[in-house]
């Protein structure tokens, strides 16, 4: 299953991974830019929110992103806490 919604919401921030098989399928979306400003930062958040199957996990520890993960209601994403 491809959900296309958090590279609609995000373009400059998400992007795929070509199938490993060979088949030039595009079949695995993932964070290609890391978020640096605000901006784009809030636009990450959207991305993991509109995502299906809670696809994206966030392993990093600074706090104001974490609380900004679970305020946005994504606490799930949180890898370690």
């Keep these: 299953m491809i959900c296309r919604a958090p590279e609609s ?18 079949s695995h979306r993932y964070f290609k830019k890391q978020p640096k400003t605000a901006e784009e930062l809030d636009l ?10 809670e696809a994206y ?14 305020l946005a209601g994504e606490g799930v994403a949180i890898d370690q806490d």
């Design 44 to 53: 990450a958040i959207k991305a993991v929110q509109v995502g299906c199957c």
């Design 57 to 70: 996990d966030y392993a990093g520890a600074d706090p104001v992103l974490k609380e900004k993960l679970r």
């Design 9 to 26: 919401v995000a373009p400059d921030l998400i992007g795929f991974c070509e199938d490993l098989l060979g088949t030039n399928r595009e």
